[in-house]
């Protein structure tokens, strides 16, 4: 596991320099100039594919915070191992492309085998899995709408009713002050 982990981060600094090369930074210009170079490391496909993604994600937001600021050369900063494809739960083991089997708690597997839910991707550092699903919902009609204002001085709701609730905080206002004054001048006598 430990090995996937290293040759996944490898993966992404790899795809972050050829990128950085050629001037790529879309996921998919990405990986037509690195994939193919991305085969040294001995990991599945489907590996190669979500090490470009966090690649490119890494040298989107190194192009928007470099045309304002100086940035330093993009890194991964936190070795993971990320994968969004096929991912499948069997005796309660979470299965990985490679081989990789992960034992899964009764909590998360409870929540994983309702109905409705859809395995998206898996992330996993040294210290934690992060698995992310998806969930069908019904629609819900909306009978209104509520719009809350908050101030200093109060907190104005109003609905499409027409109701309007307007909560006064002004003596809240004079009691954080005389709070704060208290306090400052006890900080005073006690420095002098």
């Known amino acids: 596991m430990i090995y996937r982990n290293d040759s996944d981060r490898w993966s992404i600094y790899l795809s972050i320099a050829i990128g950085l090369e050629r001037g ?22 489907k590996y190669r594919l979500c090490a470009i ?22 890194y991964c900063r936190r070795p993971s191992l990320t994968i969004c494809y096929n991912l499948k739960i069997r005796n309660n083991e979470l299965h990985l492309p490679g081989g990789v089997h992960i034992p899964l708690n009764n909590y998360t597997l409870n929540v994983l085998r309702q109905p409705g839910i859809r395995l998206r991707s898996a992330t996993l550092t040294v210290s934690r899995v992060c698995i992310s699903f998806s969930k069908e919902t019904s629609k819900v009609n909306c009978e209104g709408v509520l719009g809350i204002d908050r101030n200093l001085n109060n907190i104005t709701a109003a609905d499409s009713f027409g109701n309007i609730i307007v909560n006064d905080l002004s003596k809240v206002t004079v009691i954080k002050s005389a709070s704060r004054r208290a306090i400052a001048d006890s900080s005073e006598t006690i420095a002098a």
């Open 53 to 74: 993604s966090r690649a490119a994600g890494i040298l989107k937001n190194y192009r928007n915070l470099s045309k304002k600021h100086s940035v330093s050369t993009p």
């Open 24 to 45: 790529r930074t879309s996921p998919r210009s990405l990986c037509l100039v690195s994939y193919h170079r991305l085969k040294v490391f001995e990991t599945p496909s």
